[in-house]
């Protein structure tokens, strides 16, 4: 850490010097333009007019299947604009595999193909992405996810399960969104102003779409479970499974609401209603058990797994509800204050 004390020139305006190494390393000189972004007690600087498109290198030479898809969609999450993907000679299967992977995110498209490079640009404007919209989006797909899930199992409904297991790739791309996004303002003060939103906000909302994508994966978990159900299951268990998801439902939205008010008591009254409501979830979980104690053992144990899934999910709005809380209680340095 450096310090500089702040002095006046011409009477009325504020300078500060600026440390001479920092300078030399961001190609920052006399005459240069720097911009400020301010944000609560702290005004960031960055040199103006650099590149942002910023472009990332990656030898895929050993890389192949599920390592090659995840090394691309780790320099996606980490804000790459240009990946370039280099071997001596890229196999056909590797080309299979960078195709499957750009599809899978959102915003990337392979722009060249040589033997031995493939160049993926991301092509949307990050000036237009939205974490709000992105969220908000995802809460939409993974409630509708567990939504129909239920309703494959009350029908053993083989073509809605397949497309609830389809659907979780949604909420993965929209997963993958907001973890570059949030990253985004990680790295540069210029993404949070963009934004509109504070970092502290962004990092709310992220931590929130991943119980979101959790909820999705409990959908897609309980949709492939009904696949192995044959038998219809009970009409009093499946009541009791409704029951529970409706339980689940309120928890889910409740968090979701208390995370995006803006009104701080409201935002506090309904995450600790949420909060009350897990509990209760739990108890109805714990008598849908019993009436497994009906079934068939090998039904019982599946149709046990799926009340396990259900409830789980509350457990993740629950999460969402504690988040929320967080978001709404006074930050060192704000105006608010208590008696």
Same mark, same amino acid.
């Given at each position: #850490?450096?310090?500089?004390?702040?002095?006046?020139? *011409?009477?009325?305006?504020?300078?500060?010097?600026?440390?001479?190494?920092?300078?030399?390393?961001?190609?920052?000189?006399? *005459?240069?333009?720097?911009?400020?972004?301010?944000?609560?007690?702290?005004?960031?600087?960055? %040199?103006?007019?650099?590149?942002?498109?910023?472009? *990332?290198?990656?030898?895929?030479?050993?890389?192949?299947?599920?390592?090659?898809?995840?090394?691309?969609?780790? #320099?996606?999450?980490?804000?790459?604009?240009? +990946?370039?993907?280099?071997?001596?000679? +890229?196999?056909?299967?590797?080309?299979?595999?960078?195709?499957?992977?750009?599809?899978?995110?959102? *915003?990337?498209?392979?722009?060249?193909?040589?033997?031995?490079?493939? &160049?993926?640009?991301?092509?949307?404007?990050?000036?237009?992405?939205?974490?709000?919209?992105?969220?908000?989006?995802?809460?939409?797909?993974?409630?509708?996810?567990?939504?129909?899930?239920?309703?494959?199992?009350?029908?053993?409904?083989?073509?809605?399960?397949?497309?609830?297991?389809?659907?979780?790739?949604?909420?993965?791309?929209?997963?993958?969104?907001?973890?570059?996004?949030?990253?985004?303002?990680?790295?540069? %003060?210029?993404?949070?102003?963009?934004?509109?939103? @504070?970092?502290? &906000?962004?990092?709310?909302?992220?931590?929130?779409?991943?119980?979101?994508?959790?909820?999705?994966?409990?959908?897609?978990?309980?949709? /492939?479970?009904?696949?192995?159900?044959?038998?219809?299951? @009970?009409?009093?268990?499946?009541?009791?499974?409704?029951?529970? /998801?409706?339980?689940?439902?309120?928890?889910?939205?409740?968090?979701?609401?208390?995370?995006?008010?803006?009104?701080?008591?409201?935002?506090?009254?309904?995450?600790?209603?949420?909060?009350?409501?897990?509990?209760?979830?739990?108890?109805?979980?714990?008598?849908?058990?019993?009436?497994?104690?009906?079934?068939?053992?090998?039904?019982?144990?599946?149709?046990?797994?799926?009340?396990?899934?259900?409830?789980?999910?509350?457990?993740?709005?629950?999460?969402?509800?504690?988040?929320?809380?967080?978001?709404?209680?006074?930050?060192?340095?704000?105006?608010?204050? /208590?008696?």
């Amino acid at each position: #850490m450096e310090t500089r004390k702040v002095q006046v020139t *011409g009477g009325s305006t504020y300078t500060v010097s600026i440390p001479k190494s920092w300078a030399n390393d961001n190609g920052v000189s006399a *005459g240069s333009t720097v911009e400020f972004y301010p944000e609560g007690d702290s005004l960031f600087m960055t %040199p103006a007019g650099a590149d942002e498109r910023t472009e *990332g290198t990656l030898d895929i030479t050993n890389l192949m299947g599920t390592e090659l898809i995840r090394a691309v969609t780790t #320099m996606y999450v980490s804000g790459f604009d240009i +990946i370039r993907l280099e071997s001596a000679r +890229i196999s056909n299967d590797q080309r299979r595999t960078i195709r499957e992977a750009t599809q899978s995110l959102v *915003g990337l498209e392979v722009l060249e193909e040589t033997k031995g490079e493939i &160049v993926i640009r991301d092509l949307l404007d990050s000036s237009e992405l939205s974490i709000h919209n992105a969220v908000t989006r995802m809460r939409l797909i993974a409630s509708s996810m567990l939504e129909d899930a239920l309703l494959a199992l009350r029908d053993l409904d083989r073509d809605l399960a397949h497309d609830v297991i389809q659907r979780d790739d949604d909420v993965d791309r929209l997963w993958m969104v907001v973890s570059r996004i949030f990253r985004a303002t990680l790295r540069t %003060p210029k993404a949070t102003e963009e934004l509109g939103l @504070p970092r502290e &906000v962004c990092f709310d909302y992220h931590s929130s779409a991943r119980q979101l994508e959790r909820i999705g994966d409990h959908a897609t978990k309980i949709a /492939h479970i009904s696949l192995d159900i044959e038998q219809e299951v @009970p009409e009093e268990a499946l009541d009791a499974i409704d029951e529970l /998801h409706s339980e689940v439902v309120t928890v889910i939205d409740g968090g979701m609401d208390a995370l995006f008010t803006d009104d701080s008591e409201e935002a506090t009254r309904l995450a600790n209603d949420v909060r009350e409501r897990v509990r209760d979830v739990d108890a109805t979980a714990r008598g849908i058990d019993e009436l497994l104690r009906e079934l068939d053992p090998a039904r019982a144990q599946l149709v046990g797994r799926i009340v396990d899934s259900v409830s789980r999910t509350a457990d993740y709005g629950g999460n969402i509800a504690e988040t929320a809380l967080q978001k709404a209680a006074p930050t060192p340095g704000s105006s608010s204050t /208590h008696d």
